[in-house]
């Protein structure tokens, strides 16, 4: 084979290579897309037939054993029909074979259930019909993973913590100050509660400085759960009248189009945070904000708040702002407790960074 130097070759080599292999890569995925979506087509036509059979003959869920042990045998190279995944495959079929799957179908102008969950792997199907107790539920899940290409993992934490619950659930004055359809968009970008699980965030928490990396860690939780928000910074520095402020965390959401001010309080929630959030935001507004972008919105988290109590305090506010409470991780495996604060010493560091900024 001939050795032939890189230097022979100009930088417009390495220019092509590289466009090259990108396309390589997207046909990689694309590849494994189309494996899938004929995979998920097979097993759905399984389930179909399986519930046909148990249903017109007499044969009994025995023969769902023997399917999968002569199926097994005639295909050796294939793995997935093993029993229980065969049974999970009738039970798939099942789950969206309710009245209200097909007016969800319409909403979203497929041609049908399958089309939808063809875009996603098996595992994340199991896991979305196993843990979901509705159509609407499993839809949400199914939206998330495509639009965020959620791994098995990601999603069942998005489950466990009861994301669909959470979602659009900040209590806002949005429709009051943002146009429509921005208002419904803000509404389902925010979410109540935020859960700040920093085991999920860190893979060798016990060996970080917690105290230096408390807000960072923040930070990655809502980039994680905020599809579309693109962090600026934290503790961000505005001078307004020749005096200095500090915005907590600022973002930009790529979709909203508009910047995002999140306050955090370690206490329960005050009318008098709102107040100060909407100067904040006109300050952004007159500073920050392009031609094209939207309104400035302003999230405060805070450890409690009370609805009523913040429905009366956003109600006069012409500033497009949401209030959630957070919570903080107050269980972990026993071996990681000596190098974890607990919940109070989170609480403390966090109102110790926001004094010293």
Same mark, same amino acid.
């Given at each position: 084979? $001939?050795?032939i130097p890189g230097s022979v070759f100009p930088k417009a080599y390495a220019e092509w290579l590289a466009e090259i292999k990108e396309r390589v890569k997207t046909a990689q995925i694309q590849a494994q897309l189309s494996v899938n979506a004929e995979m998920l087509a097979l097993y759905w036509f399984i389930g179909e037939s399986i519930i046909d059979k148990l249903n017109k003959s007499s044969w009994g869920s025995q023969v769902v054993d023997r399917l999968s042990e002569d199926l097994r045998k005639a295909f050796p190279g294939m793995s997935g029909f093993g029993r229980s995944n065969l049974f999970y495959m009738k039970k798939w079929v099942e789950f969206y074979s309710h009245e209200t799957v097909q007016q969800l179908v319409g909403q979203f102008n497929l041609r049908s259930i399958q089309q939808l969950v063809g875009q996603i792997p098996w595992g994340q199907n199991i896991a979305i019909i196993t843990k979901s107790s509705s159509p609407e539920e499993a839809f949400f899940y199914v939206a998330k993973t495509i639009q965020n290409n959620w791994s098995r993992g990601i999603l069942l934490h998005q489950i466990e $913590?009861?994301? #669909?619950? =959470?979602? *659009? =659930?900040?209590?806002? +004055?949005?429709?009051c100050t943002l146009p429509a359809p921005q208002s419904d968009r803000a509404e389902e970008t925010l979410k109540d509660p935020y859960i700040f699980d920093f085991m999920a965030m860190t893979?060798?928490?016990?060996?970080? %400085? /917690?105290?230096?990396?408390?807000? @960072?860690? /923040?930070?990655?939780?809502?980039?994680?759960?905020?599809?579309?928000? @693109?962090?600026?910074?934290?503790?961000?520095?505005?001078?307004?009248?020749?005096?200095?402020?500090?915005? &907590?965390?600022? #973002?930009?959401?790529?979709?909203?189009?508009?910047?995002? !001010?999140?306050?955090?309080?370690?206490?329960?929630?005050?009318?008098?945070?709102? *107040?100060?959030? +909407?100067?904040?935001? @006109?300050? !952004?507004? &007159?500073?920050?904000?392009?031609?094209?972008? %939207?309104? $400035?919105?302003?999230? /405060?988290?805070?450890?409690? =708040? +009370?609805?009523? &109590?913040?429905?009366?305090?956003?109600? &006069?506010?012409?500033?497009p702002i949401g209030v959630s409470e957070y919570k903080l991780l107050q269980s972990m495996p026993d071996e990681l407790k000596s190098s974890f604060p607990t919940v109070e010493q989170l609480e403390k560091e966090l109102l110790k960074i926001k004094k010293n900024s």
């Open positions: 084979m $001939t050795n $913590t009861h994301l #669909f619950e =959470r979602q *659009g =659930r900040s209590v806002t +004055n949005f429709q893979e060798k928490i016990h060996e970080r %400085n /917690i105290e230096n990396e408390l807000i @960072s860690h /923040i930070k990655e939780f809502l980039l994680e759960l905020g599809s579309g928000f @693109s962090f600026i910074g934290n503790q961000y520095h505005i001078e307004v009248a020749g005096k200095d402020y500090f915005l &907590d965390l600022l #973002f930009y959401h790529i979709y909203l189009r508009c910047f995002v !001010v999140i306050e955090i309080k370690t206490v329960e929630f005050i009318p008098e945070y709102a *107040g100060k959030l +909407n100067y904040y935001l @006109s300050a !952004v507004d &007159d500073m920050l904000k392009g031609e094209y972008d %939207n309104p $400035t919105i302003g999230l /405060i988290l805070c450890k409690h =708040r +009370n609805k009523l &109590d913040v429905e009366y305090a956003l109600r &006069d506010i012409n500033k």
